[in-house]
């Protein structure tokens, strides 16, 4: 790694950098704050690369030109906040639907409504999984430093294509705005990863092909394969079907090729687990903020650990039972009324008393504030 | 000209996917028909064609032809269509909305991409209404006339779809009727042919629902007042908007050469040297 390499990054430059590196390109996007820098730079760094840009007329459409795009064979990506996000969910519901590869970046600001644009919130958390309608399995990345959002951006790509998957990647206006100093690999040391291709003959291609993974090989158009994809639900070939079994077929199937590699997909962070008693648990810029409280409460010789989930969905389920064996105390750390706590209370043995320390005034939450829970709760 | 009858044969999924949702004498298969057909006048190759189309009626027609075809959400037809164009600019890509689909809920993507003058051939498939939902007001119901939402007849005006792509940038539109079939499709094959965002309206007939709740008669009424009420757009050009009233314009009703968004595009990465000398050897694929 040369120093050459090393770069004073904002969040968004960073994740839109790690998009350049995983191969995006294709962008198609809609301004919004605090996201709009992602779609400048890839507007400017795009073409440049051969791929291409589009500023389209609103959200609705951009994601539709982003899915649009990955079923012709780009690898394509979208970043917008809360307002865009929710006018992108029945059309991300389709992208789940076809099992289109392609990356959503939400770099979440306060709401509902226009709500806080150039203040901080984590209360997407729960639209991230339960956004629009019908059942489906979504993936969602955080990331908690500039540089992480370079890999975890990166990441969002690989898994998208490997699992043929919307992937989301929620970041927030604080990360999105800040600058850090960050690494740039060299291309060779970063990892892609690229959809399954189609090697039967033409006419037995199936694009929802029943597979022991349950990950079906896409073809692009224009590549010898024709075929059709529908939102109507359908059988392996793509036609519409009424059949229950097809459709019983179908909905395993979008539910299974994530459920079973959960493992592969659903990363954590800890600290301090082992011996530690209260567990702080936060992502995100808040796992940032968490990490300070847990030093200086440590340094005051309470022994708390802190879990960060770096997958919010599929949530690290196992990971956090086995971080809550020994815990009395569990403290929730996000920047809303209370979303994740709920994965706590699902997750955590019936003697850990759960304690949400929640910020919703467009403000970080700070480390004396998690210190402070720490002190009344125990 | 090819002949007719094998040549839909060719571009149709026919064993997979017959019979299809539509009502018997229903003017989509028609419509379906004339852009097939000129597809094969034009020699055109299933492998480079890309089908879109909407929720309705009209948005089940690409489950029936040979092509790469995308059945997408109500409204975002042409959206889709974009981001494939642009991604994979050689494509022939060929939109199939409804009067709804197009231009209610889609209105805002067809007036952007006509904008954008994007080559993407849309065919808009006017049938007055709502088809698939049960026979709603559209925004091309006329005035006072009868729909399930509309039950004292239509207060709203419906808006020329023609004025709207040429005042929005579209480089092409033409309008025919189900009983105009094969001039129907020789202005497919005209916009086909044609450079940048194309329209071809096809006034058809919902007899089940329309003609039905506005005592328009059957499916052969419905066709036959197409044939009655066409009026040539050279032929219009001399009569008074009087005679005009209850007439529609047929033919190409605009046609311009402002330059197409993808080839732009392309010549920008041109311009800015990205275009990939060679393509980068196979990445590691994951096994399955
Ligand atoms: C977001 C959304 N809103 C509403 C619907 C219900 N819907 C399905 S088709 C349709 C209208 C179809 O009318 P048109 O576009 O004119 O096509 P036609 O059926 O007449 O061919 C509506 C409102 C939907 N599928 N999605
Ligand atoms: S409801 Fe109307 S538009 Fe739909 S298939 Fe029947 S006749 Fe055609």
Same mark, same amino acid.
């Given at each position: 790694?040369?120093?050459?390499?090393?770069?004073?990054?904002?969040?968004?430059?960073?994740?839109?950098?790690?998009?350049?590196?995983? +191969?995006?390109?294709?962008?198609?996007?809609?301004?919004?704050?605090?996201?709009?820098?992602?779609?400048?730079?890839?507007?400017?760094?795009?073409?440049?690369?051969?791929?291409?840009?589009?500023?389209?007329?609103?959200?609705?459409?951009?994601?539709?030109?982003?899915?649009?795009?990955?079923?012709?064979?780009?690898?394509?990506?979208?970043?917008?906040?809360?307002?865009?996000?929710?006018?992108?969910?029945?059309?991300?519901?389709?992208?789940?639907?076809?099992?289109?590869?392609?990356?959503?970046?939400?770099?979440?600001?306060?709401? !509902?409504?226009?709500?806080?644009?150039?203040?901080?919130?984590?209360?997407?958390?729960?639209?991230?999984?339960?956004?629009?309608? +019908?059942?489906?399995?979504?993936?969602?990345?955080?990331?908690?430093?500039? %540089?992480?959002?370079?890999?975890?951006?990166?990441?969002?790509?690989?898994?998208?294509?490997?699992?043929?998957?919307?992937?989301?990647?929620?970041?927030? %206006?604080?990360?999105?705005?800040?600058?850090?100093?960050?690494?740039?690999?060299? %291309?060779?040391?970063?990892?892609?990863?690229?959809?399954?291709? !189609?090697?039967?003959?033409?006419?037995?291609?199936?694009?929802?092909?029943?597979?022991?993974?349950?990950?079906?090989?896409?073809?692009?158009?224009?590549?010898?394969?024709?075929?059709?994809?529908?939102?109507?639900?359908?059988?392996?070939?793509?036609?519409?079907?009424?059949?229950?079994?097809?459709?019983?077929?179908?909905?395993?199937?979008?539910?299974?090729?994530?459920?079973?590699?959960?493992?592969?997909?659903?990363?954590?962070?800890?600290?301090?687990?082992?011996?530690?008693?209260?567990?702080?648990?936060?992502?995100?810029?808040?796992?940032?903020?968490?990490?300070?409280?847990?030093?200086?409460?440590?340094?005051?010789?309470?022994?708390?650990?802190?879990?960060?989930?770096?997958?919010?969905?599929?949530?690290?389920?196992?990971?956090?039972?086995?971080?809550?064996?020994?815990?009395?105390?569990?403290?929730?750390?996000?920047?809303?009324?209370?979303?994740?706590?709920?994965?706590?209370?699902?997750?955590?043995?019936?003697?850990?008393?759960?304690? +949400?320390?929640?910020?919703?005034?467009?403000?970080?939450?700070?480390?004396?504030?998690?210190?402070?829970?720490?002190?009344?709760?125990? | 000209?090819?002949?007719?009858?094998?040549?839909?044969?060719?571009?149709?999924?026919?064993?997979?996917?017959?019979?299809?949702?539509?009502?018997?004498?229903?003017?989509?298969?028609?419509?379906?028909?004339?852009?097939?057909?000129?597809?094969?006048?034009?020699?055109?190759?299933?492998?480079?064609?890309?089908?879109?189309?909407?929720?309705?009626?009209?948005?089940?027609?690409?489950?029936?032809?040979?092509?790469?075809?995308?059945?997408?959400?109500?409204?975002?037809?042409?959206?889709?269509?974009?981001?494939?164009?642009?991604?994979?600019?050689?494509?022939?890509?060929?939109?199939?909305?409804?009067?709804?689909?197009?231009?209610?809920?889609?209105?805002?993507?067809?007036?952007?991409?006509?904008?954008?003058?994007?080559?993407?051939?849309?065919?808009?498939?006017?049938?007055?209404?709502?088809?698939?939902?049960?026979?709603?007001?559209?925004?091309?119901?006329?005035?006072?006339?009868?729909?399930?939402?509309?039950?004292?007849?239509?207060?709203?005006?419906?808006?020329?779809?023609?004025?709207?792509? #040429?005042?929005?940038?579209?480089?092409?539109?033409?309008?025919?009727?189900?009983?105009?079939?094969?001039?129907?499709?020789?202005?497919?094959?005209?916009?086909?042919?044609?450079?940048?965002?194309?329209?071809?309206?096809?006034?058809?007939?919902?007899?089940?629902?329309?003609?039905?709740?506005?005592?328009?008669?059957?499916?052969?009424?419905?066709?036959?007042?197409?044939?009655?009420?066409?009026?040539?757009?050279?032929?219009?050009?001399?009569?008074?908007?009087?005679?005009?009233?209850?007439?529609?314009?047929?033919?190409?009703?605009?046609?311009?050469?402002?330059?197409?968004?993808?080839?732009?595009?392309?010549?920008?990465?041109?311009?800015?040297?990205?275009?990939? #000398?060679?393509?980068?050897?196979?990445?590691?694929?994951?096994?399955?």
């Amino acid at each position: 790694m040369s120093e050459n390499n090393v770069r004073l990054f904002q969040g968004n430059e960073a994740c839109s950098f790690g998009a350049l590196a995983a +191969g995006v390109n294709f962008f198609g996007g809609y301004p919004i704050t605090p996201s709009t820098e992602i779609a400048e730079i890839l507007a400017r760094e795009l073409p440049k690369r051969g791929g291409h840009f589009i500023q389209m007329e609103d959200e609705i459409g951009s994601i539709a030109a982003v899915i649009g795009a990955s079923v012709a064979g780009a690898k394509a990506m979208t970043a917008t906040s809360g307002p865009g996000f929710s006018l992108m969910q029945e059309n991300l519901g389709y992208a789940f639907m076809i099992e289109a590869p392609c990356v959503v970046v939400n770099v979440q600001r306060g709401g !509902p409504s226009t709500g806080l644009p150039t203040k901080v919130a984590q209360a997407d958390t729960m639209q991230a999984k339960w956004g629009s309608h +019908g059942d489906y399995n979504p993936i969602v990345l955080t990331a908690s430093s500039v %540089e992480d959002a370079y890999y975890k951006t990166i990441r969002a790509v690989n898994l998208s294509e490997k699992y043929r998957n919307p992937v989301i990647l929620l970041l927030d %206006e604080v990360l999105g705005h800040m600058r850090e100093k960050i690494h740039i690999p060299e %291309e060779d040391e970063i990892k892609i990863v690229n959809r399954l291709k !189609p090697t039967v003959p033409p006419e037995w291609y199936q694009p929802f092909e029943i597979t022991p993974t349950h990950i079906s090989p896409m073809a692009g158009y224009g590549e010898g394969y024709r075929f059709h994809m529908t939102g109507l639900t359908h059988d392996p070939w793509g036609f519409p079907t009424a059949k229950s079994s097809e459709i019983k077929e179908k909905m395993d199937k979008l539910m299974l090729k994530i459920s079973q590699n959960v493992d592969d997909i659903s990363t954590y962070k800890e600290e301090f687990i082992e011996d530690s008693h209260i567990i702080v648990i936060a992502y995100g810029i808040t796992a940032r903020v968490a990490q300070q409280a847990v030093r200086i409460a440590r340094h005051k010789r309470f022994k708390v650990g802190l879990f960060q989930p770096e997958t919010l969905w599929p949530f690290p389920d196992k990971g956090l039972k086995k971080a809550l064996e020994n815990a009395n105390l569990a403290i929730v750390a996000e920047l809303n009324q209370g979303q994740m706590i709920r994965e706590v209370q699902r997750l955590a043995p019936k003697k850990t008393k759960i304690v +949400g320390a929640f910020r919703y005034d467009g403000e970080l939450i700070t480390p004396d504030e998690i210190v402070n829970k720490i002190k009344e709760a125990n | 000209m090819a002949v007719a009858s094998t040549v839909v044969y060719e571009y149709l999924r026919g064993k997979k996917k017959f019979p299809h949702v539509w009502c018997p004498g229903c003017g989509i298969g028609i419509i379906m028909g004339a852009l097939l057909r000129a597809m094969a006048d034009l020699e055109i190759k299933k492998g480079d064609v890309a089908m879109i189309s909407g929720i309705g009626c009209t948005g089940r027609m690409p489950v029936y032809c040979d092509f790469h075809t995308l059945h997408t959400t109500h409204g975002r037809a042409i959206a889709f269509a974009t981001g494939i164009k642009l991604s994979k600019p050689d494509l022939k890509v060929v939109a199939i909305v409804g009067d709804g689909d197009g231009l209610a809920i889609g209105g805002n993507h067809f007036i952007h991409a006509a904008r954008r003058n994007i080559d993407i051939t849309t065919i808009l498939v006017n049938n007055k209404i709502y088809g698939m939902t049960g026979g709603q007001y559209s925004p091309t119901t006329p005035t006072g006339k009868f729909a399930t939402t509309a039950p004292y007849g239509n207060l709203e005006h419906p808006f020329d779809a023609y004025l709207l792509a #040429k005042g929005a940038g579209a480089n092409f539109f033409a309008r025919s009727s189900v009983y105009h079939a094969t001039q129907l499709q020789v202005l497919i094959k005209k916009a086909l042919l044609k450079k940048g965002f194309s329209v071809v309206e096809a006034m058809s007939n919902c007899h089940t629902l329309y003609g039905r709740l506005n005592k328009e008669g059957s499916a052969v009424q419905m066709i036959n007042w197409f044939k009655d009420h066409a009026v040539n757009v050279n032929i219009a050009k001399k009569k008074t908007p009087e005679e005009l009233e209850d007439k529609f314009i047929t033919g190409v009703l605009w046609e311009d050469n402002r330059p197409e968004y993808s080839e732009q595009y392309e010549a920008l990465i041109d311009r800015l040297g990205g275009r990939k #000398k060679e393509e980068k050897p196979e990445a590691e694929v994951v096994k399955q």
